[in-house]
Structure formats: structure tokens, C-alpha cells
């Protein structure tokens, strides 16, 4: 009865979000909850087994897997945050033609992610720009192979991803700024505080909460990262989810499995530290 009656008065709200519910739970949870399944199920006999696991840190491939992408998390982080910092505090003053330079900053964002890296490749191919300009500045004698793989693939992907996703900590950390009172300024110019110790004093403290923001969302994009490790260093140079793609290709699924679950995990540390660091902050404010 108390379902009917719960029906009765809130009928048009459920039909309104059962289409959205439904989708979820078919397209997102039950192939996520598969997922983890798989890796905790053995392929022959389908009990469950942590043998999965056990091979993936025996595996060598998947400890490089893992070191790449926290190695291109870390550097894309404080690339992304140092810059994204930059030019935030460049637009947050009026100058003219300060909405063209926001506007066409905005645009990596709306550049399909596969297309941006097929792009970079016309930069970091053997025969691209890059080889090109550092040819003609005589600091090369021959072609830099780019995705040969070790340090130097990691810095050409982190630098498509900073390429890509930098406008978006811009605009965090411009919403920072922009909710900062003048009147801290103000007060700050009277006492007779110098340009970097108004950064360094007030701007920063201040902008903190919009800090921790940016490098948690990043952060967890960061992990999951996928088109263009693909696109620019292939598979010789895995990811965590270009590894769990290659498992699932070559047919083996509970070790794909296993390998996305980790990935899984990870992100969702991430995304608990958001709530608790940035949610919860919210809350002491209210």
C-alpha cells in the first residue's frame, strides 16, 4: 500500500527518470559489475580466484602499464595545473580582445579526442614539424623517433593531454578567482603587500578549494586516459586501459577484467577524496 501510494504522488518523477535509470543500470552498472566479476572468476571452472590478480603483478607489461600512467598523471597534473594557473591569472584582468583569447582557448575541448591526436601526429611523427624545426635550428641530426617508447612517448602524450584538457582547469581556477572579494585586494594594496606576496598570501589560500577541485577531476581523467596513448605511442607503450583494451583484444577476458577493476578502484579513491576534501568543505562553509 505504501508503494501505491508512494505512485499516486510521485508517479510523473519516477516515469520522468526510469528512461535515465533504466539506461544506467543496463549500460553502465551491470557491464561494470561483469567486469569485476570476470576478474575475481577463473576461465576454466568459473570459481572464484584471485589468480587473475596474481598474474597481472607478475606480469611485466602491466607494471609498466601501471608506472606509465602514474607517471603521466604526476607530470600531466603539474604541467596542467602551472599553466592552467597562468593563464587564469591572465584572464582574470580586463584587457582588450579578452573574450577572442577566452574563446579560443576553449577550443581543444571541443576537438574530438581521437581527432586531436591524429593531429599531434603530423607534430611528433619522425617526419613531422617538431623533427622538422629541430632540424632546421640545427639541434638534431636525424629524426627524434617520438614513440620509440620510455621517457620521451610519456611527455609526447602528457603533452597532448595537456593540449586538450587545460582549458578546462583554466576555467575552474578562473571560477576561483572570480569569487575572490576585491575588497581583499584592496586591503592588501593599503597595507602595502607587493605583487607576489598578494599571490603567495591571498590568491593562492584563497584559491585552494579550486586547486583541489581541478587536480581531483584531472586527476581521475588522468587515470583513465585511453585515445591518445593509443593514437600516439600505440601499444608498446601501455596505459592502464590501453592494457585492459589489448588483454580484451588477444581474447583474454578475466585478466582484462582484473586489470579494469584496478583501474576502477584507483579512480574511485580519487573520486572519494573529492567528495571528502571539496563536498565536505562545502558543507563546513554552509
Wanted: aromatic share 12%; glycine share 10%; charged share 15%.
Amino acid at each position: 500500500m505504501a508503494a501505491v501510494r508512494f505512485l499516486k504522488r510521485h508517479g510523473f518523477e519516477v516515469l520522468a527518470v526510469l528512461p535515465l535509470s533504466l539506461y544506467i543500470f543496463g549500460f553502465t552498472l551491470l557491464p561494470v559489475l561483469r567486469t569485476i566479476r570476470l576478474g575475481f572468476t577463473a576461465a576454466d571452472t568459473g570459481r572464484l580466484t584471485l589468480e587473475h590478480y596474481r598474474e597481472l603483478f607478475g606480469h611485466g607489461q602491466f607494471g609498466q602499464a601501471l608506472t606509465n600512467t602514474v607517471v603521466i598523471t604526476l607530470l600531466g597534473l603539474t604541467f596542467e595545473l602551472a599553466v592552467g594557473l597562468v593563464l587564469a591569472l591572465i584572464l582574470s584582468r580586463p584587457f582588450r580582445g579578452r573574450g577572442l583569447f577566452r574563446s579560443i582557448l576553449l577550443v581543444p575541448m571541443g576537438v574530438p579526442t581521437l581527432v586531436a591526436g591524429v593531429t599531434l601526429l603530423y607534430i611528433f611523427d619522425s617526419s613531422g614539424y617538431l623533427n622538422e624545426l629541430l632540424f632546421r635550428l640545427h639541434l638534431i641530426a636525424e629524426p627524434i623517433d617520438w614513440a620509440a617508447g620510455g621517457l620521451r612517448t610519456l611527455l609526447m602524450v602528457v603533452f597532448g593531454d595537456m593540449w586538450k584538457v587545460t582549458p578546462l582547469v583554466v576555467l575552474i581556477l578562473l571560477a576561483g578567482l572570480e569569487s575572490i572579494p576585491e575588497g581583499v585586494y584592496e586591503a592588501a594594496s593599503v597595507d602595502g603587500a607587493t605583487a607576489w606576496q598578494t599571490l603567495t598570501r591571498i590568491t593562492l589560500p584563497l584559491l585552494r578549494p579550486a586547486i583541489t577541485m581541478a587536480l581531483i577531476i584531472r586527476a581521475v581523467d588522468a587515470f583513465r586516459i585511453f585515445e591518445l596513448p593509443l593514437v600516439l605511442a600505440g601499444r608498446y607503450t601501455p596505459v592502464l586501459s590501453t592494457y585492459a583494451y589489448t588483454e580484451y583484444n588477444y581474447g583474454n577476458f578475466n585478466t582484462s577484467g582484473a586489470a579494469s577493476t584496478i583501474l576502477l578502484v584507483i579512480i574511485l579513491i580519487f573520486v572519494a577524496g573529492y567528495f571528502f576534501l571539496v563536498e565536505r568543505g562545502r558543507g563546513d562553509v554552509m
